[in-house]
């Protein structure tokens, strides 16, 4: 999936509107059906019908013929598309690079902020596998309305911004967190190259015992990375140690703790005979004495991410994990796209209201009118 930044400069507000309309939508509506699109908009005289061509046409939107109605859902590419535009307004994000990786659940992208200061943009893309295919085996949706694409990258990228964070705001060596819209993350960019392209360090057994000093700290701290392996640390020329992607972390209390703690020292074990031929006889053991400094986990719970969004994405893991291997796009949009949840504001005198906020209120107003309350959430 191509991030398209050029679709950035060519929109009016009035489509804006229309695109932001779609999402509000989806928190209710797999489909959203093209009258409460309008009905969102609220643009003169039909404004929104052919707006809602124009997005679709750009792949902003897809067209849906549903059994019941017709109807629109927003496409990954609508969904960067109000991210980065939100974090164009905060200035966290002024122009989008190079592509610099592509995972099975993310693109990374280098961007630079106003004042050219190059950072890394992530994208969760957690839909790449198809969620019919989970529905089907384990009625998954049934279980959880919410499992759509949006929400589950939505969730990904709240917990790897929550957790950066902590992480950050602790001392431990990790990239800063800068922002955080929807699915996507803006962080520090890191002047390194990951450990799976070092062929010769200076000091092999040094960084061996830095790296499992690092297991055993976030361990003391409450924590398991739970993906420590030669693609998430990243060497700079120092020789220095510095770990990212953190979607999939696990507190030292979950059920597999000592399963997760033991993969990653095993991971750093055979990566470290395999390519440096060292081995050593010293390497840390879980148990339940690890010494607790104190518990991170409370503290990115405090953060925004909750115990309930973490069961969501966990159960969505554990649906995937019975689906490995097929993969195609056959993704589909249910609910709950916001970003910011704020609280009730319908004081239009207020300041400066964002294109979401305002279409909130549209939507609102509308259901005081208008009898959508069948439409509500949950
Ligand atoms: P994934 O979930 O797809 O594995 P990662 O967060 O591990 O995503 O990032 C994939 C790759 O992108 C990394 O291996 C690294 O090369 C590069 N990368 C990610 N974040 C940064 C960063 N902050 N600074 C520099 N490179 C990064
Ligand atoms: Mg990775």
Same mark, same amino acid.
């Given at each position: 999936?191509?991030?398209?930044?050029?679709?950035?400069?060519?929109?009016?507000?009035?489509?804006?509107?229309?695109?932001?309309?779609?999402?509000?939508?989806?928190?209710?509506?797999?489909?959203?059906?093209?009258?409460?699109?309008?009905?969102?908009?609220?643009?003169?005289?039909?404004?929104?019908?052919?707006?809602?061509?124009?997005?679709?046409?750009?792949?902003?939107?897809?067209?849906?013929?549903?059994?019941?109605?017709?109807?629109?859902?927003?496409?990954?590419?609508?969904?960067?598309?109000?991210?980065?535009?939100?974090?164009?307004?905060?200035?966290?994000?002024?122009?989008?690079?190079?592509?610099?990786?592509?995972?099975?659940?993310?693109?990374?992208?280098?961007?630079?902020?106003?004042?050219?200061?190059?950072?890394?943009?992530?994208?969760?893309?957690?839909?790449?596998?198809?969620?019919?295919?989970?529905?089907?085996?384990?009625?998954?949706?049934?279980?959880?309305?919410?499992?759509?694409?949006?929400?589950?990258?939505?969730?990904?990228?709240?917990?790897?911004?929550?957790?950066?964070?902590?992480?950050?705001? @602790?001392?431990?060596?990790?990239?800063?967190?800068?922002?955080?819209?929807?699915?996507?993350?803006?962080?520090?960019?890191?002047?390194?190259?990951?450990?799976?392209?070092?062929?010769?360090?200076?000091?092999?057994?040094?960084?061996?015992?830095?790296?499992?000093?690092?297991?055993?700290?976030?361990?003391?701290?409450?924590?398991?990375?739970?993906?420590?392996?030669?693609?998430?640390?990243?060497?700079?020329?120092?020789?220095?140690?510095?770990?990212?992607?953190?979607?999939?972390?696990?507190?030292?209390?979950?059920?597999?703790?000592?399963?997760?703690? @033991?993969?990653?020292?095993?991971?750093?074990?055979?990566?470290?005979?395999?390519?440096?031929?060292?081995?050593?006889?010293?390497?840390?053991?879980?148990?339940?004495?690890?010494?607790?400094?104190?518990?991170?986990?409370?503290?990115?719970?405090?953060?925004?991410?909750?115990?309930?969004?973490?069961?969501?994405?966990?159960?969505?893991?554990?649906?995937?994990?019975?689906?490995?291997?097929?993969?195609?796009?056959?993704?589909?949009?249910?609910?709950?796209?916001?970003?910011?949840?704020?609280?009730?504001?319908?004081?239009?005198?207020?300041?400066?209201?964002?294109?979401?906020?305002?279409?909130?209120?549209?939507?609102?107003?509308?259901?005081?009118?208008?009898?959508?309350?069948?439409?509500?959430?949950?």
């Amino acid at each position: 999936m191509k991030l398209d930044a050029k679709a950035l400069r060519y929109m009016s507000s009035e489509d804006f509107r229309v695109l932001t309309s779609v999402e509000m939508g989806s928190k209710n509506h797999e489909v959203v059906p093209t009258s409460l699109i309008a009905q969102i908009a609220q643009l003169r005289h039909g404004g929104s019908h052919k707006i809602v061509g124009e997005l679709a046409k750009r792949k902003l939107i897809a067209r849906v013929q549903n059994a019941k109605y017709d109807g629109y859902r927003l496409t990954y590419g609508g969904y960067d598309y109000l991210a980065l535009k939100t974090f164009s307004k905060r200035g966290s994000v002024y122009s989008v690079g190079n592509q610099i990786g592509v995972g099975k659940e993310s693109d990374i992208y280098i961007v630079a902020n106003e004042d050219d200061e190059q950072l890394v943009l992530k994208l969760q893309r957690l839909g790449r596998v198809s969620f019919r295919t989970i529905k089907s085996k384990r009625d998954y949706l049934q279980k959880r309305k919410s499992a759509s694409w949006m929400y589950m990258s939505r969730l990904a990228a709240m917990k790897e911004f929550a957790f950066m964070k902590v992480l950050y705001e @602790n001392g431990f060596p990790v990239p800063e967190p800068i922002d955080l819209s929807r699915h996507c993350v803006v962080m520090e960019l890191i002047d390194a190259f990951p450990l799976r392209q070092v062929d010769e360090v200076a000091n092999p057994a040094q960084l061996y015992s830095d790296l499992m000093d690092l297991i055993v700290k976030l361990a003391q701290h409450g924590l398991i990375h739970g993906d420590f392996n030669e693609f998430n640390i990243l060497i700079k020329d120092t020789g220095k140690p510095i770990l990212i992607d953190f979607p999939q972390m696990v507190s030292t209390s979950h059920a597999n703790a000592e399963y997760y703690f @033991n993969r990653d020292v095993e991971c750093i074990r055979v990566f470290f005979k395999r390519r440096f031929g060292y081995e050593s006889l010293l390497y840390p053991k879980f148990t339940k004495h690890i010494e607790k400094e104190f518990d991170l986990d409370i503290q990115v719970a405090a953060s925004g991410f909750t115990k309930k969004h973490q069961e969501e994405l966990d159960e969505y893991r554990e649906a995937l994990g019975e689906n490995e291997g097929e993969e195609d796009s056959d993704v589909e949009a249910d609910d709950d796209t916001e970003d910011e949840e704020e609280g009730s504001e319908t004081d239009s005198n207020r300041k400066e209201m964002t294109e979401e906020e305002k279409a909130e209120e549209r939507l609102r107003n509308l259901r005081l009118g208008n009898d959508l309350s069948d439409d509500e959430e949950h």
